[in-house]
């Protein structure tokens, strides 16, 4: 028997300025009956202390595990799932802010004897860049109303870092897979096991969530598009590559894509998203837009075709 109805674990590494988002909203939930996880996978901005002072403030069933040195965040992950003590266990990023009721809504889909996987979107937060302002807000509230429209047989693939499963379905499947070592993509796969496990996927609009996003540039957007496209790579090996639509991009604008892609590499993209970025405002906004989707798509498909431009540590 359980301890707790649910687990809220949360992945860190270098996220001092940041572990206040969800800390301080977990301690205003409607919902009591939680407990609350942090692994720090190796402290190099001494988040141990910021943690620390959330336990001595004991507003919280907080708890932390600490790595000595990176060990990636697939290991931060299992081991927070797996020390945690509850029914339903709750994935939420470290730089999350949920409502007050993220911990009851997460709840209110395991019901006993229901087998379910629930998905909350990203409501990304963008600090005033030109990166924002032409790409980033547009393409958000895409990528949600795009979400909330899939079919529920392929809303699998919007697995990420605000999710919930019960401690029962994550033991069957074994946890996140250690495969995925660089970035991206071990959250999908364990999307695609909950659903092959013959769990209900939900995505909730009501468990749509503040994230203070990371990728604020251009360039920045690439490099993470890189290095997504390399480990989707892992996904199509370890699955059926008819799980997911083919990455070959098609027509004339696809012959663009795979023909800047042919010269995407951490490098040139950083020199390409930077330089766009200069002139994105000066431009007409569509074609500033498809610029730097260009650019990203293109990323993307580098990393598919050419994995070893990303294997450094991200």
């Given at each position: 028997m359980s301890t707790y109805s649910a687990a809220v674990i949360i992945p860190t590494r270098g996220g001092a300025a940041k572990l206040h988002y969800p800390l301080d909203a977990l301690e205003q939930q409607t919902e009591k009956d939680f407990q609350v996880i942090v692994v720090i996978d190796g402290d190099i901005d001494n988040s141990r202390a910021l943690v620390q002072?959330?336990?001595?403030?004991?507003?919280?069933?907080?708890?932390?595990?600490?790595?000595?040195?990176?060990?990636?965040?697939?290991?931060?992950?299992?081991?927070?799932?797996?020390?945690?003590?509850?029914?339903?266990?709750?994935?939420?990023d470290d730089d999350l802010e949920?409502?007050?009721?993220?911990?009851?809504?997460?709840?209110?889909?395991?019901?006993?004897?229901?087998?379910?996987?629930?998905?909350?979107?990203?409501?990304?937060?963008?600090?005033?860049?030109?990166?924002?302002?032409?790409?980033g807000r547009f393409r958000d509230n895409k990528f949600r109303g795009d979400a909330y429209k899939t079919p529920r047989d392929k809303q699998w693939i919007y697995w990420a870092g605000n999710v919930s499963l019960s401690k029962d379905l994550y033991q069957e499947l074994g946890g996140y897979d250690d495969s995925y070592r660089l970035y991206g993509w071990e959250d999908v796969d364990m999307g695609y096991m909950v659903h092959k496990a013959g769990a209900e996927i939900i995505v909730d609009p009501e468990l749509a969530t503040f994230h203070y996003v990371a990728a604020t540039t251009t360039a920045m957007r690439a490099k993470r598009a890189l290095y997504s496209g390399a480990a989707r790579n892992i996904f199509t090996q370890k699955h059926s590559a008819h799980s997911l639509p083919s990455p070959r991009p098609s027509g004339v604008w696809g012959l663009a894509v795979r023909s800047l892609a042919q010269v995407s590499t951490e490098t040139s993209l950083k020199f390409m998203g930077n330089a766009v970025d200069l002139v994105a405002e000066r431009i007409p906004a569509f074609v500033a837009e498809k610029l730097i989707s260009l650019i990203v798509e293109a990323a993307s498909y580098s990393g598919i075709t050419h994995p070893e431009r990303a294997q450094k540590t991200f």
């Open positions: 002072s959330y336990i001595d403030r004991g507003r919280l069933n907080l708890s932390m595990i600490v790595f000595e040195e990176n060990q990636g965040r697939v290991a931060a992950l299992n081991a927070g799932h797996r020390a945690a003590d509850a029914r339903v266990l709750i994935r939420c949920p409502a007050p009721n993220y911990v009851q809504q997460h709840l209110s889909h395991h019901g006993e004897g229901k087998k379910t996987g629930v998905i909350g979107i990203y409501k990304n937060v963008f600090p005033d860049t030109t990166y924002a302002r032409v790409y």
